[in-house]
């Protein structure tokens, strides 16, 4: 199957979960990361807002905050593939922009890459190898290129893991997945 076909495959598989077994899901893999984080310590975590069915972070972006993490967003930039973070302190300073919600554009609030201890990725697959298909437009792939692998984890439901996809040069994988039923070491 070709990149195209495959996400057409997994988006379709992903959107026909029913809302209660995906919050559930979402729920364990959301603890599960919850538990990875107790184990790293990490000073600033990146989140995502789920669109289209991905694996909710609404909860870690609550726990870590009593531990005194900072959390940070990605935000997309005009004409550019690039990403880049922003802190946020509640969900409600995230705003809709087309169809994803992001954080403000405020340079204070601008954290670099850096600074970002562990990544959260979403995804509509990923492969054993850490290798990850996304929507296609190469904004995750652009802004970490050279990401040490260990700070990328991707969140994924258990079938959105398989054992190989195709992967490109310049296409960025995670260190760890973490789906419902285990936590995957890529390395």
């Given at each position: 199957m070709t990149k195209e076909q495959l996400r057409s495959a997994f988006l379709e598989r992903r959107q026909s979960l029913r809302p209660q077994q995906a919050q559930k899901a979402s729920n364990l893999?959301?603890?599960?990361?919850?538990?990875?984080?107790?184990?790293?310590?990490?000073?600033?975590i990146a989140l995502y807002h789920p669109f289209r069915g991905e694996v909710a972070t609404e909860r870690l972006f609550k726990l870590p905050k009593?531990?005194?993490?900072?959390?940070?967003?990605?935000?997309?930039?005009?004409?550019?593939?690039?990403?880049?973070f922003f802190q946020v302190d509640s969900l409600q300073e995230l705003e809709r922009r087309k169809?994803?919600?992001e954080p403000?554009?405020?340079?204070?609030?601008?954290?670099?890459?850096?600074?970002?201890?562990?990544?959260?990725?979403?995804?509509?697959?990923f492969d054993v190898q850490g290798y990850r298909l996304g929507y296609g437009h190469g904004h995750y792939d652009h802004t970490l290129i050279g990401m040490?692998?260990?700070?990328?984890?991707g969140l994924a439901y258990a079938f959105q893991v398989v054992s190989s996809l195709p992967w490109a040069h310049h296409d960025v994988n995670v260190g760890r997945i973490v789906t419902e039923s285990e936590r995957i070491d890529c390395w």
């Amino acid at each position: 199957m070709t990149k195209e076909q495959l996400r057409s495959a997994f988006l379709e598989r992903r959107q026909s979960l029913r809302p209660q077994q995906a919050q559930k899901a979402s729920n364990l893999i959301q603890k599960s990361a919850y538990e990875l984080l107790k184990e790293i310590h990490p000073d600033v975590i990146a989140l995502y807002h789920p669109f289209r069915g991905e694996v909710a972070t609404e909860r870690l972006f609550k726990l870590p905050k009593k531990a005194h993490i900072k959390i940070v967003y990605p935000r997309r930039i005009e004409n550019s593939k690039i990403l880049k973070f922003f802190q946020v302190d509640s969900l409600q300073e995230l705003e809709r922009r087309k169809s994803l919600f992001e954080p403000k554009a405020d340079k204070r609030r601008e954290v670099s890459t850096d600074h970002i201890d562990l990544f959260f990725l979403p995804g509509l697959a990923f492969d054993v190898q850490g290798y990850r298909l996304g929507y296609g437009h190469g904004h995750y792939d652009h802004t970490l290129i050279g990401m040490e692998r260990h700070r990328l984890i991707g969140l994924a439901y258990a079938f959105q893991v398989v054992s190989s996809l195709p992967w490109a040069h310049h296409d960025v994988n995670v260190g760890r997945i973490v789906t419902e039923s285990e936590r995957i070491d890529c390395w």
